[in-house]
Nanobody, 122 residues
Framework: QMRLVESGGGLVQPGGSLRLSCSAS????????MGWYRQTPGKQRELVAT???????NYAAPVKGRFTISRDNAKNTVYLQMNGLKPEDTAVYYC????????????????WGQGTQVTVSS
């Protein structure tokens, strides 16, 4: 089983910055796409950004130009640099990763971290 552990959340003023980190451990063979989702009370979890092992990124429209996702494949770690934070970015941010069979490409499963709170408020 693969485990994801996030860090870096907290309270920041509007316009400020935060950097989230997420490290994978355990059964990491075949780790594939990694990324970040977020959720607020009463709403569905939504995509923030994803990045493949090759570095291809995908961003949700509300965060494009403000957030940057990156990863260190050697460390099995994904980062989310969040700049220009707005109150509407307040949410629990969840790290995500999937694993695929290295030869067949079939999916082993989706994995989630425990979540880290990001609060943007003055």
């Amino acid at each position: 089983q693969m485990r994801l552990v996030e860090s870096g959340g907290g309270l920041v003023q509007p316009g400020g910055s935060l950097r989230l980190s997420c490290s994978a451990s355990g059964s990491i063979i075949g780790i594939n796409t990694m990324g970040w989702y977020r959720q607020t009370p009463g709403k569905q979890r939504e995509l923030v950004a994803t990045i493949t092992t090759g570095g291809t990124t995908n961003y949700a429209a509300p965060v494009k130009g403000r957030f940057t996702i990156s990863r260190d494949n050697a460390k099995n770690t994904v980062y989310l640099q969040m700049n220009g934070l707005k109150p509407e970015d307040t949410a629990v941010y969840y790290c995500y990763a999937d694993r695929i069979h290295p030869y067949s490409g079939s999916k082993y499963g989706d994995y989630w971290g425990q979540g880290t709170q990001v609060t943007v408020s003055s």
